[in-house]
C-alpha cells in the first residue's frame, strides 16, 4: 500500500511521515507529484501556517486537479491542521480565498472572546477533548476506536464550519464555542488537530486511516 504526504512547501511533513511509520505504514512517499498522487492508495495533506499560502503552494505545483481527481477515485484522504481548511469551500484568513472544495464549508477567525464575555487567548493552543455532534456516530469512520472525550492537541487561530451539519463528525470546545475537529464527507476526512502530536489517541486515529 502506498501512502503518499503531499509536499506543496509548508508543514511538518516528516514528523508526519515518522508518527505513519510508528503505525505500520511501509511506502510512504512525500511527494510534490501529480503522479504519485494519481497512484497512491492513501493520501495526507498536512499542514501549518496561512490558508492563502498552502493553497498557492498547491497552485504552483499544479497539484488541484490531481488531489481532487484523487478524492473522487473513492480512496481515503486526510487533511491534517490547514491541510483540514484547504479540503473546505474557503477561508476569509487574510483576505477572501478559495480552498479545494472538496468539503463544503468556510474557515473563520476563531472569536477572541468567550460567550462569558471574557478574553480568549488566541491561536489556541494545547489539549482539547473531542465531543460526537447527537446526530453523529463514529463507527466505520477513523474515530471508530476512539472514545468519547479523548484529549487531541491543536494550535490553531482559524476553524471550519461546514455547511451541513453532516460533515461534522466531532469537535471540542474553546471558550464556549464549537470548534469543528474532524470532518468528514465519505472518503475525504480532516482533523483540525495534529494526531502527529496527540499521542496514543492520535496514532490510533492514524492507524485506522491506514486501515480503511
Known amino acids: 500500500m502506498k501512502t503518499v504526504v503531499i509536499d506543496y512547501g509548508l508543514g511538518n511533513l516528516y ?16 511527494s510534490d507529484s501529480a503522479s504519485d498522487i494519481a497512484e497512491a492508495d492513501r493520501v495526507v495533506l498536512p499542514g501549518v501556517g496561512a ?7 498547491i497552485t504552483e505545483r499544479n497539484l488541484i486537479d490531481p488531489i481532487r481527481r484523487y478524492a473522487e477515485s473513492g480512496r481515503p484522504l486526510l487533511g491534517i491542521c490547514l491541510g483540514m481548511q ?14 479545494l472544495n472538496l468539503i463544503p464549508g468556510h474557515v473563520h477567525a476563531i472569536p477572541n472572546y468567550a460567550t462569558d464575555g471574557s478574553k480568549l487567548k488566541i491561536p489556541h493552543i494545547g489539549w482539547s477533548p473531542l465531543y460526537m455532534p447527537s446526530l453523529e456516530d463514529w463507527h466505520d469512520s477513523i474515530l471508530d476506536t476512539t472514545s468519547e472525550g479523548s484529549s487531541v492537541y491543536l494550535v490553531h487561530s482559524y476553524a ?11 469537535y471540542c470546545t474553546y471558550g464556549g464555542h ?6 468528514r464527507k465519505n472518503n475525504v476526512y480532516g ?14 486515529i492514524l492507524s485506522r486511516f491506514l486501515e480503511m
Open 86 to 99: 484547504m479540503l473546505t469551500t474557503a477561508s476569509d484568513e487574510f483576505g477572501y480565498h478559495e480552498g
Open 191 to 204: 482533523c483540525q488537530f495534529h494526531p502527529e502530536k496527540s499521542g496514543d489517541i492520535g496514532l490510533a
Open 178 to 183: 464549537n470548534i469543528s475537529c474532524v470532518i
Open 15 to 30: 514528523s508526519v511521515k515518522r508518527a505513519l511509520e510508528v503505525c505500520g505504514a511501509v511506502n510512504i512517499c512525500v
Open 160 to 170: 471550519v464550519k461546514t455547511e451541513s451539519p453532516c460533515h461534522l463528525l466531532a
Open 51 to 57: 490558508f492563502a499560502d498552502g493553497m498557492r503552494g
